[in-house]
């Protein structure tokens, strides 16, 4: 298995709460993305990294910020939760455009 | 407009039939076009993955790419209830970007 670690795997949160969701990867890939996975809608893209400090947005990026300081390490923030940001969050990772994406375990975010 | 189309299904087929599965995309700078298969409550696990038009084998499994009509298929030939799962459709040229999975069962 790649070694890409999502931390915390569930979480429970109020609304209004700021919540980062943590994505650590000891492959050393380039490119990080973060998803949400919700049912009928597959995973959308929130946000990605082409490298550290190098981020752009997804399709679904609204109420969400990233960091990448470290080629390790990709960080999803929401500023303020709200309950429709309740959702299954999947982080990967690729070496290349051409090459396979590697996911994490998933992390399953309540927001009450 | 959602760069890639994908129908969710369900999908229920008995045992032993050919499955095909389609999605279709709107955004010419996709190069490479994978499917990868999801079991609950698992990440996805890259199934097959092509980056020209054409066909490519892979035991029961055959990806289809039609670049010209912008369309990629998987057909999965002699299904068994262990191929049960989504399977979802990804392209990339810039960014990674997924369809929104069908969900097959297959039934014994």
């Known amino acids: 298995d790649a070694g890409i670690t999502q931390s915390p795997r569930h979480k429970v949160t109020e609304t209004g709460t700021p919540v980062t969701l943590r994505c650590h990867q000891t492959?050393?890939?380039?490119?990080m993305y973060w998803y949400r996975q919700d049912p009928g809608h597959g995973l959308r893209l929130i946000h990605y990294s082409y490298g550290v400090k190098d981020t752009d947005k997804g399709e679904v990026s609204d109420g969400y910020s990233v960091s990448r300081s470290k080629t390790e390490d990709f960080l999803l923030t929401l500023e303020s939760a709200t309950s429709s940001q309740t959702s299954v969050y999947f982080c990967a990772t690729i070496t290349g455009w051409d090459t396979e994406a590697f996911f994490g375990q998933g992390t399953r975010l309540t927001v009450v | 407009q959602k760069e890639v189309e994908q129908d969710p299904g369900p999908l229920s087929v008995p045992e032993g039939a050919i499955v095909s599965l389609n999605c279709t995309y709107s955004?010419?700078?996709?190069?490479?076009f994978m499917w990868y298969r999801q079991y609950s409550r698992k990440g996805p696990e890259l199934l097959m993955y092509?980056?020209?038009?054409g066909n490519k084998e892979d035991g029961r499994f055959t990806a289809q790419v039609d670049k010209s009509s912008k369309y990629i298929s998987l057909f999965i030939r002699d299904s068994q209830p262990s191929d049960s799962a989504t399977y979802l459709c990804a392209m990339s040229g810039g960014k990674l970007i997924f369809g929104q999975g069908t969900t097959l069962q297959v039934k014994p």
């Open positions: 492959e050393n890939h380039r490119y």
């Open positions: 955004n010419s700078a996709f190069q490479y």
């Open positions: 092509t980056y020209s038009s």
